[in-house]
């Protein structure tokens, strides 16, 4: 069982408003992911870390913004949401040595009014 | 350009039966390919996991192989439950670059009827 964890799960916001998605992990991973999923669609990564003070943007340009302050914790905010932006947010982490397993949270699902 | 495609999009089957999802791939170079279950409003969690010399990889009821020549790989399921209802989603790594890249494809949606 994987032990990362995003809120919230379901988000329903009016255009214009600052959001921040929470993702944490209990694992002690180094590389955290967020990936953008629309229905049917495959995963798009929009932003990932390696660690603490490391953050990189992904393939999908993305109007968000993310912060990695400490290991467990990666956070990606939105600072005007539009009706664009509504889609699932997925967070995962990665870490040991080898080939790295994918851990993914369970997801917040945003709409964007 | 590197792609993963699945086949097929989507797929009903009822309980007990076996079935065989597919993907291509034109990842180069090839690292690895694993395939993933993501439940309806959950994130995707591993099934296996396999590398350029390995032939197959099971987990369960649940069995991968892969050609790496014809860049092709399956996944079967024996004895489907109404639980396997899920997306399946392959996914292709590569080893072009630091980040170890990931290419996913749009899943098949399987369901199992009763």
Known sequence: EADIYQTPRYLVIGTGKKITLECSQTMGHDKMYWYQQDPGMELHLIHYS???????KGDLSSESTVSRIRTEHFPLTLESARPSHTSQYLCAS???QGLEKLFFGSGTQLSVL | ?????????SLIILEGKNCTLQCNYTV???SNLRW???DTGRGPVSLTIMTFSENTKSNGRYTATLDADTKQSSLHITASQLSDSASYICVVGDRGSTLGRLYFGRGTQLTVWP
């Open chain 1, 94 to 96: 990665s870490g040991g």
């Open chain 2, 1 to 9: 350009k590197n792609q993963v495609e699945q086949s097929p999009q």
């Open chain 1, 50 to 56: 390696y660690g603490v003070n490391s953050t990189e």
């Open chain 2, 36 to 38: 993933y279950k993501q």
């Open chain 2, 28 to 30: 180069s170079p090839f």
